[in-house]
């Protein structure tokens, strides 16, 4: 069983930057791929990142070059760093992991102001 609490959200003006944590309790952790999803109102969540096990990251297209996902196996946490940020980042993100994502923390809201 994998437990994961985010960490790092907040207010932020456009332009900005924020970074979160996901911090992970379980030892199988560090074998899982992990991903950050976000979700707005109404909507389902989408994927922003993901990193595997061995650090290798992925990125959606709309984050390309404005956000960094990195691990760090020996803490059990994964970061999602966000430069740049816009007013359509606004959202609630979510830590995910496993292959496929089945397990979820709370979420943390992230709110930019313009």
């Known amino acids: 069983q994998v437990q994961l609490v985010e960490s790092g959200g907040g207010l932020v003006q456009a332009g900005g930057s924020l970074g979160l944590s996901c911090a992970a309790s379980?030892?199988?952790?560090?074998?899982?791929?992990v991903g950050w999803f976000r979700q707005f109102p109404g909507n389902e969540r989408e994927l922003v990142a993901r990193i595997t096990p061995g650090g290798i990251p992925d990125y959606a297209d709309f984050v390309k070059g404005r956000f960094t996902i990195s691990r760090n196996n020996a803490k059990n946490t994964v970061y999602l760093q966000m430069n740049s940020l816009k007013s359509e980042d606004t959202a609630v993100y979510y830590c995910s992991a496993g292959n496929p994502m089945r397990y979820w923390g709370q979420g943390t809201q992230v709110t930019v102001s313009s």
């Open positions: 379980g030892s199988s952790f560090r074998f899982l791929t």
